[in-house]
């Protein structure tokens, strides 16, 4: 396997009709496994960031993700038209989403939809229900 990030466009494709043991697979063998995997995902989500569609919102966004090896936990930071992402953060999460690996594979690449998954019971959420459903818009895809 390449050393080289894999795009958004790349990563739809292999995750789109994969089983969950695919999806880990994949990650497994990337640079840096899961964690990598992650990593990648959640600076390009940093990047791409739009802070017109966040205007005068402050929060910490929580995401706790499973994966064979454990649960990874990450933290999106938006405050003053910034984001800033934080591997294992401590700071009070105004929501927290959790689900697998795959799953969260499939929902930031567009395969999964968020909705469903909260309604298939994929996504848990905890704290401000109402303020995820705002939170996706933030984000350029």
Known sequence: MSDAPVTQEQLAELVAGATDEQILEFAQAA??????????????????????????QS????????????????????????CTVTKDGSDEARVTLGLS????????????DGMQAFMGGKLRLSGDMMFAQSIQSWFGQ
């Open 31 to 56: 640079p840096d496994g899961i964690d990598g995997v992650l990593r990648q995902i959640f600076d390009a989500m940093a990047e791409r960031f739009q802070p017109d569609k966040a205007a005068g």
């Open 59 to 82: 929060a910490v966004i929580g995401w706790d993700i499973t994966a064979p090896d454990g649960t990874h936990s990450w933290q999106v930071k938006v405050a003053d038209g910034t």
């Open 101 to 112: 690996f795959p799953d969260f594979l499939r929902m930031i690449t567009g395969n999964l």
